[in-house]
DNA sequence: AATATTTGACGTACTTTTACGTCGAATTTA
DNA sequence: TAAATTCGACGTAAAAGTACGTCAAATATT
């Protein structure tokens, strides 16, 4: 009976793993790359970089909006997606927050 | 039918996925800091510091040695966890290239 | 030597993820 | 205006992830 157990631990470490999660498929990070590299961002733009089927594509997106990563601003039919440039500062922290960590480990030695 | 399409992206791009992944769990992250912190590194001392069961445990230590961020030696009954140099140095790059990533949008507008 | 403790392995149950097909609505093209 | 295209929404099915209980073996304690 598999229950929310990721709520026990602290909300820093739990948005840091939503972050991870978010960045743990490589059509995540395709995705991540390709709207920090271009500003045109419709589903269909994306999936077409992508092996992978558009609603496929749609999913990944909706995992990367729920992550918080990246927006979603709908324009008429379409739903235009780009970066959420706070939350990519927070990653940013994050994952320079971990390099220390690393670092430090360095200079100890392993078993 | 979802058959492992993972395959289709190129290997670096793999690996980096493998890699958060791995830390897409804040008790995974938590033994990470932790392997890093300490060099006494067996399940007991592990689970002892997460709100989750020995078992439990046990099977995200499975999943980061799957990532090979962590390597385990049989010592004796028990196995020794702890860090694996190399792979820590390849996430350190991974980590430096996405902050670059972000760093080269951060100048551009977003839409 | 008998008991208690600790460990990895295995099984189990439920949830989430991954991948895609299909649908109707809207938009563009002919 | 009719046909083609594109989009988000929904449904579905397989796989992976999450969490734990239990077990037998090994180790430590009494």
Redesign the pocket.
């Known amino acids: ?6 709520e026990l631990f602290e909300t820093d470490l739990q948005e840091s793993a939503v972050f991870f ?1 978010a960045l ?2 490589p ?2 990070l395709m995705i991540l790359q390709f709207l920090a590299e271009t500003n045109s961002c ?4 994306i ?1 077409s970089i992508l092996p ?5 594509v ?3 997106l ?2 990367l909006k729920k992550s918080g990563l990246v927006q ?1 601003h ?1 324009s ?4 235009n ?1 780009c970066l959420n440039p706070d939350k990519i500062d927070d990653l940013k922290s994050v994952m320079e927050n971990i390099i220390g960590v690393i670092n430090n480990f360095k200079n100890s030695n392993c078993c």
Not at 42 to 45: L, P, R, W
Not at 52 to 56: I, N
């Open positions: 009976m598999p229950s929310a157990k990721v999660k743990g498929h059509a995540r419709f589903t269909g733009d999936s992978l089927g558009r609603t496929t749609n999913q990944h909706d995992e979603g709908i008429g039919i379409k739903t997606y």
